[in-house]
């Protein structure tokens, strides 16, 4: 027999929220019968799943962390009721919640969406909720209180979302590339797109707690969730094109400013915060004079190399219809890179004074053990100074590297690579080596570059990774920017250049290179194949570095590298380029 339900509660290295959590749910399930599926995204612990199994429920673990919304869908994956029940693993929830979800569910067939009460509850010494208010400022987390009757509400909320398997069978899975908001909306909003009739009921006797306790109950924490999550609401509001200006965002940001010093509301700061987050996302992206297009089809908007937009039309980057293609031609210059240059100055002295930058080139000292690196790059006459710096930075690490170049020739850079790989590398064995490093002739590297890089790469189990481009330096990929106080960013994507590493264990597949000149899509391609066989990817920003010369194409024809995308990628799996610039998680310490 089916079960009445089916539970599914991602988790991300939080076995004390997660333990409550399915303290309060599993009795209640059991007594209805339901099941309840526990999704670790941090990838199998035994400790975690000895706590879930202890507890009644179904330890899932993802094999590496794949972010929140991969876990929902594999909790439906995995499932089997038609009713499907997400609730956060940070949750507590109150007598009678589940039963009166079945109940709903029962007695409103019509409706494939419910939730119900969400009441933020801080806990523990120094808790927010002891931090002096006016009462004007909403809860630092998420809520959900429309009184003590059912009604129908517009959205229902992660933290108590319930949903029928026919209904995501019909309108598809939660978007990936989407994450700390809006992805619960994104998706009834495709809901109501396909059934403008769709009904989200607010169940008034579902209710349950959301939790922050002890230090994550504290301001400083509850400002930093409040900064990310207005970062992501920036990036939802231009994915849906509806961003408001870069003043906009300012003018809300002076208002909740002003809030907090007219009426000492230090509970405030985290209305400020959120309101940071998404003015710091707004200047990350394409100027206000380029706004984005296209975002009802969920395609990158198209740029040309001015910055103007492309307005859904064919343009040199290939059709309105390529989603392969990053949405921005990459280029800076002008009084552009003159700020970006300061801002890149900004953060290598705030990595001097911190002393990370020491702290680092410590740690990658010690760790990991020599390494065999193969080093492969074509290098054009006309940028001989700079690869002869660049062979110089690699040759001083520590770890055994055997570099290899060739001139460029008639053939392009994967044909060549795959000479060197072929023939060019005398008296070496592919598999011998722990890694391959692929590096264009037109980048500046940081002091002790390989060393630190490595180290990095290796703490956080990369399979595929890359340096992040500093601000001021050609890059077509906003996922690929370095991010400041970041040390290493887990995403879903690395690019083909100017600096790509692979560990050896995706030699086997990905070596050799397909034949392709200049193989726009391959690292689109590589992202497919990196979920398949569960490789970790990564932007390593602690080590960023410039690409100096050439922006992408500088060389040869746009139409030709996006011709041979379109018929490479016809016949081969690949990632959207929207999803890939979605970053999975961000690593501030090692």
């Not at 002790?448 to 077509?476: C, G, K, M, T, V």
Request: with cysteine; proline share 7%.
């Amino acid at each position: 027999m089916t079960a009445p339900a089916s539970i599914a509660i991602p988790t991300r290295a939080r076995p004390d929220y997660l333990e409550i959590a399915l303290s309060s749910i599993v009795p209640q399930a059991a007594a209805a019968g339901a099941e309840v599926l526990v999704i670790d995204d941090a990838g199998p612990s035994p400790a975690m799943r000895a706590l879930v199994e202890r507890l009644g429920a179904r330890y899932e673990p993802h094999p590496g962390p794949l972010g929140l919304n991969v876990a929902r869908n594999t909790g439906v994956e995995r499932s089997r009721s038609e009713l499907v029940v997400f609730v956060d693993d940070d949750v507590r929830v109150r007598p009678g919640w589940l039963q009166a979800l079945l109940d709903a569910a029962r007695e409103h067939p019509e409706v494939d969406v419910f939730t119900g009460p969400i009441e933020p509850r801080l806990e523990g010494r120094g808790a927010g909720g002891r931090i002096r208010g006016c009462g004007r400022e909403g809860p630092p987390i998420t809520s959900l209180d429309l009184g003590p009757d059912d009604t129908n509400t517009r959205y229902a909320w992660g933290a108590n979302m319930t949903i029928r398997r026919s209904a995501l069978a019909r309108v598809g899975p939660f978007e990936i590339a989407l994450e700390h908001g809006g992805d619960e909306q994104e998706w009834q909003d495709r809901l109501r797109a396909e059934e403008p009739d769709t009904r989200v009921m607010y169940v008034a006797g579902a209710a349950l707690e959301h939790r922050r306790a002890g230090p994550d109950a504290r301001l400083r924490s509850l400002a930093r969730g409040a900064y990310a999550r207005g970062r992501a609401s920036r990036r939802f509001d231009s994915f849906r094109d509806e961003a408001p200006s870069r003043g906009g965002e300012l003018r809300t940001l002076g208002g909740c400013l002003g809030h907090v010093l007219r009426r000492r509301c230090l509970a405030g700061l985290v209305m400020v915060a959120h309101s940071a987050g998404r003015l710091w996302e707004s200047l990350q992206a394409q100027p206000d004079s380029a706004p984005a297009t296209g975002a009802a089809t969920r395609s990158p908007a198209l740029f040309l190399e001015g910055g103007a937009p492309a307005n859904g039309a064919p343009s040199a980057h290939g059709s309105s219809s390529d989603d392969f293609l990053s949405g921005a031609s990459g280029t800076v210059g002008g009084v552009d890179a003159i700020r970006r240059r300061g801002r890149d100055e900004a953060m290598k002295a705030w990595e001097l004074l911190s002393g990370r930058r020491l702290r680092l080139k410590l740690a990658a000292r010690r760790d990991p053990p020599r390494r065999k690196v193969l080093v492969l790059g074509v290098e054009r006459p006309e940028h001989g100074a700079l690869a002869q710096k660049i062979r110089r930075e690699l040759l001083r690490s520590r770890h055994d590297v055997e570099l290899h170049t060739g001139p460029p020739g008639a053939l392009g850079k994967f044909e060549n690579l795959n000479l060197l790989l072929a023939g060019g590398v005398r008296g070496s064995s592919i598999p011998d080596h722990d890694w391959l490093l692929v590096i264009d002739d037109d980048v500046e590297l940081p002091h002790d570059f390989l060393d630190r890089f490595l180290f990095l790469a290796e703490r956080f189990s990369l399979d595929l990774a890359q340096p992040a481009h500093q601000l001021n330096s050609h890059a077509a990929w906003l996922v690929t920017r370095q991010h400041p106080g970041s040390v290493v960013r887990e995403t879903s994507f690395v690019e083909i250049g100017p600096v790509t590493a692979f560990a050896r264990s995706t030699f086997s597949t990905l070596l050799p290179f397909p034949s392709l000149r200049m193989g726009w899509g391959l690292d689109l391609h590589w992202a497919a194949l990196a979920r398949e066989h569960a490789w970790r990817c990564g932007v390593i920003d602690a080590t960023a570095i410039g690409h100096r010369v050439a922006p992408a194409a500088n060389a040869y024809s746009r139409e030709v590298a996006v011709a041979e995308a379109r018929a490479f990628l016809a016949e081969h799996p690949y990632l959207r380029a929207d999803e890939a610039q979605h970053t999975l998680a961000t690593h501030r310490h090692w």
